[in-house]
């Protein structure tokens, strides 16, 4: 085990087995700057009901939070990825993220309370984001925005990932599909038959760097990892003829070190891409728009009536499909309503919902008359 003398020495030299559990100068600098004393340093590889699996690059065992997490910010509470003090058996610590991939608690986008507030967290220290999509059923280029808007509200950089190629003689065509609403996203074919993009995928995954798998239940992020592992590590179930729909394969989030040198981690799939927090992820996942608008006639353009407006130009010519002006426009609400919970008073929010959407029904009732 890595003591606290040993990273105090010189902390711009990390020991190489932190190295190859992703420790950088990010860390190194973080570290600098802690006065409290601890034992040791590790990273979480999973969280299992309370207990979290720790790997300091030599041994890997349990350990239970110390009390003060458990009552401190939800925020602090360690996630898997996490690099954490550790004494003896006990995590006291959580160390600064670099980042973190999170989104909203499922369950309650849709309803009346808008976009949820509650923070679900998935991962934190990463690299990069493997967005797995199936080309079966589960192919939902809709879905595959809100994801890639997810990341990037992350400040996270995705890869998206077509498993299943083998389905199709065209499998192309769906790539070049996706290559339109993923602007400068690597966009890589898969089949676990040929190991069709495993090269692609492993120059993510070397020495030291860290990657999440996101997706739908039976998307084939576990067969995914198989095949970047070379050897069956994760159980795989078939999707269902009858619905189309994956089965939950995976429970747990756990890092997988693997022998490119990086660290892979599997999810449970997602049911529901809700967000937590406003940020910048619309403007990143549809650049285009945000080209567009910067010819709009007015500053503060909507891009829904106003005139001299560059984007519903470009809706009808064809340069922009209405689709995905609908889809931007709708996580364009979703940011604004969370950016509104924390400045006004859920009443008052709940309310100038309802006003918009009473004003929205006038205006379609004036075009259908």
Not at 116 to 138: H, K, P, W, Y
Not at 352 to 365: I, P, T
Request: charged share 25%; with cysteine.
């Amino acid at each position: 085990m890595t003591n606290h003398k040993e990273l105090q020495a010189d902390t711009s030299v990390a020991p190489t087995t932190l190295l190859k559990l992703g420790w950088d100068n990010h860390f190194d600098r973080q570290l600098a700057t802690i006065t409290t004393t601890y034992a040791h340093i590790a990273r979480v590889i999973s969280v299992q009901r309370g207990l979290f699996l720790v790997s300091d690059g030599n041994s890997e065992w349990l350990c239970s939070p110390a009390g003060r997490l458990l009552h401190s910010h939800k925020g602090d509470y360690p996630v898997t990825g996490d690099w954490v003090f550790i004494d003896d058996t006990v995590v006291t610590g959580v160390l600064p993220r670099k980042n973190i991939l999170s989104r909203g608690e499922a369950g309650s986008r849709g309803g009346r309370t808008g976009a949820t507030t509650r923070e679900q967290a998935i991962a934190s220290n990463l690299d990069a984001v493997f967005i797995v999509c199936g080309l079966d059923r589960d192919f939902n280029i809709r879905r595959l925005e809100r994801y890639l808007t997810l990341v990037y509200n992350c400040g996270l950089s995705p890869v998206v990932v077509l498993t299943k190629a083998d389905l199709h003689e065209d499998s192309e065509s769906f790539r070049m599909e996706v290559e339109t609403i993923a602007f400068g996203v690597p966009v890589v074919l898969t089949s676990m038959l040929d190991g069709r993009g495993r090269s692609e995928l492993e120059s993510h995954l070397g020495g030291g760097q860290t990657v999440a798998m996101v997706g739908s239940s039976g998307a084939g992020k576990s067969t995914l990892a198989n095949m970047l592992y070379g050897n069956d590590i994760q159980s795989t179930n078939a999707v269902s003829s009858s619905v189309g729909k994956g089965r939950h394969t995976t429970t747990v989030r756990e890092l997988i070190r693997m022998p490119q040198g990086g660290m892979l981690m599997d999810n449970p799939g997602i049911r529901e891409i809700a967000f937590h927090e406003d940020g910048h992820g619309v403007e990143s996942a549809f650049t285009e728009i945000q080209e567009l608008a910067e010819k709009c006639r007015f500053a503060d353009c909507t891009h829904q009536h106003e005139p001299g407006c560059a984007v519903l130009c470009a809706v009808e010519t064809g340069e922009l499909l209405p689709d995905r002006l609908e889809s931007y426009h709708k996580m364009k609400r979703e940011m604004q309503y969370l950016s509104d919970r924390r400045s006004k008073s859920a009443d008052r929010v709940e309310k100038e919902r309802w006003q918009y959407v009473a004003l929205l029904k006038k205006s379609m009732y004036k075009k259908n008359k």
